[in-house]
């Protein structure tokens, strides 16, 4: 990818980041200023009529926001909550916003992961760019006594009242500057400021963590139709993945024993039927992600591996607990 080059340096020494200083620094006082100024009502901040948890990251990339999101909706449904989704939809784009999310909508109108949400939860999905008009939307039509917000950690417009922050255990958070010099959308004492930090891929038992576990894999053109991955191993995989940091999918298959070779797309990339163009007919195993774009042109050797999110067992009650103390 394009840009591999520049977030490479911000893992390991390198000159660039070094260059880049300069920037980075004029960077974090802009958003730093910015964020004051929301503190300082210097800039309006808008509540909704219900509790809102924010769900985010203080990094470039992908972390695992997604899954957590569907999990912690899905928990919260089961201690009695109503919960609704607001999010971006980035990589969609639709004719108006806000716009609700149907089961039968298109990735390419309102995003890949508010689908994907959707489709797994049945929680009401509302994306806007405008997180506040999302979410007043969402009011608006369903009843909801919890918002969650994908992703929105730096949208201080919408007023929050807790705060969820998951980092990519492996990658960290690099060389700890400020884009774009490093990886971090904020610094990293912004860490100090959140309700709950977890670690995605740790299995710390002194912090929160979260584990993803890949289940079976299911066809593309028959969801009825399931295999165990331990299936694909007599034969070589081609492993799909437009995600944030694609190398986490392809290390799961790669530990479960089966022999990939590996396709790794842009984050949120507009799948066509040329990008399965491939040499031999291996069976193509992708991300949930990926397969909502798919459908279109599935053919029988497409599949897809949903995960299934494992949280500290500690933390859905003290969630819940923070919420009913409201």
């Not at 004029?26 to 901040?45: C, D, K, P, T, V």
């Not at 509790?51 to 909706?73: E, M, Y």
């Not at 670690?199 to 929160?208: A, I, P, V």
Request: proline share 6%.
């Amino acid at each position: 990818m394009k840009t591999d080059w520049l977030i490479n340096s911000w893992y390991r020494p390198s000159l660039v980041s070094l260059f880049l200083r300069p920037v980075s620094w004029l960077y974090r006082f802009i958003i730093s200023l910015r964020r004051q100024a929301y503190r300082n009502g210097l800039f309006e901040q808008l509540s909704l009529s219900v509790p809102v948890i924010v769900v985010g990251n203080i990094s470039v990339g992908g972390s695992g926001k997604t899954p957590f999101v569907i999990w912690l909706a899905q928990y919260l449904q089961k201690q009695g909550w109503h919960p609704g989704i607001i999010s971006r939809g980035y990589g969609g784009k639709a004719d108006h916003y806000p716009c609700s999310v149907q089961h039968d909508s298109l990735a390419a109108e309102v995003g890949d992961e508010p689908l994907l949400i959707h489709q797994r939860t049945q929680c009401p999905v509302v994306v806007a760019p405008d997180r506040v008009a999302a979410g007043q939307q969402l009011l608006a039509e369903n009843y909801c006594n919890v918002i969650i917000t994908d992703d929105g950690l730096q949208h201080y417009r919408l007023d929050r009242y807790m705060e969820i922050v998951i980092i990519d255990a492996k990658r960290g958070l690099g060389n700890q500057l400020c884009l774009p010099a490093g990886p971090l959308r904020e610094p990293l004492s912004r860490l100090e400021t959140v309700d709950f930090k977890i670690f995605h891929g740790e299995s710390d038992s002194q912090r929160l963590t979260m584990q993803l576990q890949l289940q079976q894999a299911v066809q593309l053109k028959n969801n009825n139709h399931q295999k165990s991955l331990t299936e694909f191993a007599e034969t070589p995989v081609y492993a799909v993945a437009g995600i944030g940091h694609p190398q986490r999918f392809f290390d799961q298959l790669q530990q479960l024993g089966l022999t990939i070779i590996p396709h790794a797309f842009a984050d949120h990339h507009a799948y066509t039927e040329a990008d399965f163009q491939f040499a031999k007919a291996y069976p193509i195993l992708m991300t949930e992600k990926d397969a909502v774009k798919c459908l279109g042109f599935a053919t029988e050797n497409m599949w897809y591996v949903p995960a299934e999110a494992k949280l500290s067992p500690s933390l859905g009650p003290a969630i819940d607990k923070k919420l009913r103390e409201l």
